[in-house]
């Protein structure tokens, strides 16, 4: 079954709890601050918006613009003191989701070309690494600052980018992973042997191996066996230690 339809939905359903036209969508996107640094502004053209929440041929939108419609929708409801519900006002489950709507084009059981070009675009987005995130929730839309803008602060959402070594203070949720990692690779350290990691694309392998095991490894030389329990990682990690 085609999962466009139902993430078209899930954008209809943001846009009108932000109350925004597309015509009013099109001219805020490009005042949205983009997520990562030195990245241009990207407004969006209404043909674009109108392809992405197409109610009979919705279109596989590209991450910039799913990005750019999602945080546009977000910032404008915040200004606006609009509620937007559940899932629909978190960025990290737009990324899941967005993720998932890529993942079920590429499995999709036909040689057609929708398919073909999901599979392009995971592989494309697995070593999107080391680029900062300029991210800002703060309103560049609004004309009546009044005073000088405070300097942006780096902001550890990702979007859709893999985390580096540099971002290990800033990957979470992967301490076990990393644990058990570790203890796979000092048993090869000492036993030499490929070691895998495997799993769709997108699923996080790049960010589990960059943020996680090389940042663990950092200077810290070969790893013991057993060593790694996640207890102990969690405690070197609380001590300062980079791990994720």
Known sequence: MDPRPEFAERLRALKDAAGLSDRRLEAASGRTPRRRAGQPPLRLKRSTIAGMISRTR???????????????????????????????????????????????MAGVRSANRSATEATKQLQRMEPRAGEADNHAD?????????????????????????????????????????????????????????????????????????AGLIAALDGNGPPAPGRHSLRGFQSRRGSGGRAG
Request: proline content about 9%; overall charge negative; charged content about 30%.
């Open 58 to 104: 919705p279109v596989r939108p590209e991450p910039e613009h799913v990005e750019v419609f999602v945080d546009t929708c977000i910032r404008v409801a915040g200004e606006s003191d609009r509620p937007v519900s559940g899932d629909l006002g978190d960025r990290h489950a737009w990324d899941a989701a967005y993720r998932d709507l890529l993942l079920r």
């Open 138 to 210: 703060s309103d560049s839309d609004s004309d009546s600052d009044g005073g000088a803008a405070e300097p942006a602060q780096p902001c550890p959402y990702r979007g859709l980018a893999a985390f580096g070594p540099d971002d290990a203070r800033l990957f979470f949720g992967r301490a076990q992973l990393t644990a058990d990692l570790l203890d796979r690779v000092a048993e090869k350290w000492a036993c030499p042997g490929p070691l895998m990691v495997t799993g769709p694309s997108g699923s996080g392998k790049s960010s589990l191996l960059r």
